[in-house]
């Protein structure tokens, strides 16, 4: 079955640090990917996405991914936190039209 | 440019009472999703509609119905609200293999 792992379930890092959060698929094939960001008490905002090509790619607020084939993987960066980063993020994985898989979500906290 | 509207923002229900959530999009989306949110659990799929008059059971159907008469409009009924249907509700859609567009939620507390 498909599944959606992020192994991480909350991490917290200093203001101005470099973060990376970790995502792991399985699915036969490559799925597109998406990493989403969600703010307390908002809906999910799409950060970026993958669905072909380089497999660096840049998002909106500066963040970036790498999708590693070789370890179904896809994790999200940033070279500098701002405190404004504190949110939810979720990895998410589209196999067909409709089937969408979301991982749990790993909660950021960022301090001063 | 609304984007995806949820209506109501919050309800309190009693044990068996009834609703109905509506979500309203601005995009000419094909596709709309209801999910819910729960602590530790993600988001899981409840329904969703390919197009106008269509809808198909997610992962978590049971409880909900849900309905699709025009394109941009997606609602979800509960006909006997349940403790255990307590979680955040997100309306999203989408276009072909483009992400999904969500809503802002819809908090909903069954008591």
């Known amino acids: 079955a498909q599944s959606v792992t992020q192994p991480d379930i909350h991490i917290t890092v200093s203001e101005g640090a470099s973060l990376e959060l970790r995502c792991n698929y399985s699915?036969?094939?490559?799925?597109?990917l998406f990493w989403y960001v969600q703010s307390p008490g908002q809906g999910l905002q799409l950060l970026l996405k993958?669905?072909?090509?380089?497999?660096l790619v840049q998002g909106i607020k500066g963040f970036e991914a790498e999708f590693k084939r070789s370890q179904s993987s896809f994790n999200l960066r940033k070279p500098s936190v701002h405190w404004s980063d504190a949110a939810e993020y979720f990895c998410?994985?589209?196999?067909?039209?409709?089937?969408?898989?979301f991982g749990t979500g790993t909660s950021l906290t960022v301090i001063p | 440019n609304a984007g995806v509207t949820q209506t109501p923002k919050f309800r309190v229900l009693k044990t068996g009472q009834s609703m109905t959530l509506l979500c309203a999009q601005d995009?000419?989306?094909?596709?709309m999703y209801w999910y819910r949110q729960d602590p530790g659990m993600g988001l899981r799929l409840i329904h969703y509609?390919?197009?106008?008059?269509?809808?198909a059971k997610g992962e978590v159907p049971d409880g909900y119905n849900v309905s699709r008469l025009k394109k941009q409009n997606f609602l979800l009924g509960l006909e006997s609200a349940a403790p255990s249907q307590t979680s955040v509700y997100f309306c999203?859609?989408?276009?072909?293999?483009?992400?999904?567009?969500f809503g802002s939620g819809t908090r909903l507390t069954v008591v």
């Open positions: 999203a859609s989408k276009w072909g293999w483009d992400g999904y567009t």
């Open positions: 699915y036969g094939a490559t799925p597109y």
């Open positions: 993958y669905f072909s090509g380089d497999t």
């Open positions: 998410a994985v589209q196999v067909t039209g409709n089937q969408f898989y």
């Open positions: 995009m000419n989306h094909e596709y």
């Open positions: 509609s390919v197009g106008e008059g269509t809808t």
